[in-house]
């Protein structure tokens, strides 16, 4: 919360990370797949239990309940892909039931905007906000294939030469079960952090995948931009950063293979910083950025 090799690389290495290929899951039928799947209860209204498995300590994942109700609003809305999609998030997630609720805004040819929120329910059984957000969303597949850009992958070592969450100790106290379900290998370059030394830069990269070797699709992606350590690791900041805002843009439906993402800091003022994502595919594509505004707990 990434850098690059050929493309036969990059496919080698998610191979060994996700197990053998007949092993893999496929979109569709993978974890991230069942724990993001909702129940539509009636139009625009739906239902789903949030995993325990997309947690850190007990607060469910920011980027995992983008991706619920990413899910939500792709069955609500007339198009299937999510092109911006903008959260806020008002308090915390609880593993548990909950209900969404969507509101298409309008809908034209080419892209559909709509808004939904997540519920869940305090001690007297009264509904509270966790999360809202406004989507346009549009179809991938239909945009043209011009790209100008300045922008370039970022350079991380390959795969087998960067490090899990299994090589160093866990940088915030308590369980952080969503580490189970993702293939993540950082750059030993942003991980001043795990040893005591933060290089003061507020950088953060990645090799990012899902465990269970299925391949990335839009909605992973809203997962992805935030499934990595905070770039306050990196500044010298320890403990729970907290998400307020965050806002996702998908730029191309990614091709199969591990994605490199990238998070930058650049100012960090009054205990809020930025974090600035970029995720690349297996072939040097960005598909996806975004920017989220976040809460340090200063000592």
């Not at 990413?70 to 593993?95: C, K, M, N």
């Not at 007297?124 to 809202?132: K, L, M």
């Not at 805002?245 to 091709?255: C, G, Q, S």
């Not at 800091?265 to 600035?276: H, I, K, Y």
Request: hydrophobic share 40%.
């Amino acid at each position: 919360m990434p850098e690059a090799a050929s493309a036969p690389s990059l496919t080698l290495g998610f191979a060994r990370a996700g197990g053998p290929a007949s092993s893999r899951a496929v979109i569709g039928d993978s974890e991230f797949d069942r724990d993001t799947a909702v129940t539509r209860r009636e139009p625009g209204v739906y239902d789903i239990d949030l995993s325990a498995g997309w947690t850190i300590i007990n607060a469910v994942n920011g980027g995992y309940l983008l991706a619920v109700l990413g899910r939500a609003l792709a069955d609500a809305l007339p198009h299937p892909d999510p092109f911006t999609i903008s959260a806020h998030y008002l308090t915390a997630s609880q593993p548990g039931p909950a209900v969404i609720r969507t509101e298409q805004v309008r809908t034209g040819r080419t892209l559909s905007t709509g808004q939904a929120s997540l519920f869940q329910y305090d001690d007297q059984g009264n509904e509270v906000e966790r999360i809202r957000v406004l989507a346009s969303y549009g179809d991938l597949a239909a945009l043209p294939d011009d790209v100008r850009t300045t922008a370039t992958p970022p350079a991380i070592p390959p795969l087998e030469q960067c490090f899990g969450p299994d090589d160093s100790p866990a940088p915030i106290p308590g369980s952080s079960a969503i580490t189970d379900r993702l293939m993540l290998k950082l750059d030993p370059a942003t991980l001043g952090w795990a040893l005591g030394a933060p290089s003061g830069k507020g950088e953060m990269r990645a090799w990012f995948g899902l465990a269970d070797g299925r391949d990335a699709d839009p909605l992973s992606l809203l997962l992805a931009v935030d499934a990595l350590p905070p770039t306050a690791f990196e500044i010298g900041i320890k403990g729970w950063v907290p998400t307020v805002e965050l806002t996702v843009h998908v730029r191309h439906r990614p091709a199969p293979g591990p994605l490199r993402v990238s998070i930058t800091t650049r100012n960090l003022a009054g205990g809020f910083l930025e974090e600035d994502a970029e995720v690349w595919d297996s072939e040097d594509r960005l598909v996806a950025q975004s920017r989220q505004l976040a809460r340090a707990r200063l000592a």
